[in-house]
């Protein structure tokens, strides 16, 4: 269920929001009644976004570009910023690769894949981001993961990544904070229905296991996310900043691991 915020009047920037969760985030700000920019590789995936949130009755916008490339990144927030006919009130930095596989298993390229998507990119986005964000007043959001604090087996290129992605969350709201702009992160757990998820676990029987290890009982929601960016960039926040926020069910406290010695254990039989 969506919870109820209101955003009318604010700007929202979606960066990875054509899909899943980030899609998720951004249709909730639709509802909410805010104007939504959203960014993503493929033009297609932008055009498919773009019109999904016009029919939830917002003012919509997409750009395409990678996050590898600064230059395209730069332009691009050109471009929403025109848009907007402003500044950016809200930005969700949501671009994420992900594969299971152990270091033995990865070219350097594979690595560095992960590596420039998660971390570059997050770089990429908060410094094209900087001169257009609300001053005083914005709220930055970047989509992190449990492998930021908790090491997995086949996930050594992720733990490293999301790991700098939320100490650069936590630095750049100390750099930034005196300007007025928050900085924070969420961290998702088990979301049904997404890309991570099918990854994560990629037969039903992998999936009942996983959600057997969340402490709540079940998987999350997209809109499960999505309120959790709506209360972060709301005014009942606005004290918070510098934040990791699990998302996950109580999953974090020891699920996580377990579920992934679980997908593990899957890779290596198959390896035999």
């Known amino acids: 269920m969506s919870a109820t915020f209101n955003f009318k009047g604010k700007s929202v920037f979606i960066v990875g929001g054509t899909s899943g969760i980030n899609l998720g985030i951004a249709r909730g700000f639709a509802r909410w009644g805010a104007k939504v920019a959203v960014a993503s590789r493929k033009q297609e995936k932008v055009d498919a976004a773009v019109a999904e949130l016009k029919e939830l009755g917002a003012e919509a916008y997409g750009v395409t570009f990678d ?7 730069v332009e691009g927030f050109k471009q929403v910023s025109g848009f907007f006919g402003g500044s950016i009130d809200v930005l969700v930095s949501g671009a994420a690769g992900n594969f299971p ?11 560095r894949s992960v590596v420039e998507i998660d971390l ?9 981001s900087y001169e257009y964000l609300t001053k005083p007043g ?3 959001i970047n989509i992190s993961a449990p492998q930021a604090f908790l090491p997995m087996s086949h996930q050594a290129h992720v733990c490293s990544a999301k790991a700098g992605v939320d100490m ?6 100390m750099e930034w904070g005196g300007e007025g702009i928050r900085v924070n992160s969420i961290v998702p757990g088990p979301i049904a229905e997404t890309e991570g998820m099918s990854r994560l676990a990629p037969t039903p029987e992998l999936a009942k296991q996983v959600t057997k290890t969340v402490p709540l009982g079940r ?16 005014d009942a926040a606005s004290y918070i900043s510098g934040a990791i926020l699990p998302v996950d069910g109580g999953w974090s406290q020891s699920g996580a ?7 593990a ?7 035999k």
Request: aromatic share 4%; proline share 0%.
């Open 120 to 128: 570059l990119g997050t770089f990429h986005v908060m410094k094209a």
């Open 101 to 111: 596989a152990q270091v033995n298993d990865m070219s350097t390229n594979a690595i």
């Open 168 to 173: 650069a969350t936590r630095t750049l709201a």
């Open 138 to 140: 914005a709220s930055v």
């Open 67 to 73: 996050v590898r490339d600064s230059e395209a990144v």
């Open 219 to 234: 998987q999350g929601t997209v809109d499960d996310i999505a309120n959790a960016a709506g209360m972060l960039a709301s």
């Open 257 to 263: 691991t377990y579920a992934m010695a679980i997908l």
């Open 265 to 271: 254990d899957t890779l290596n039989n198959m390896k």
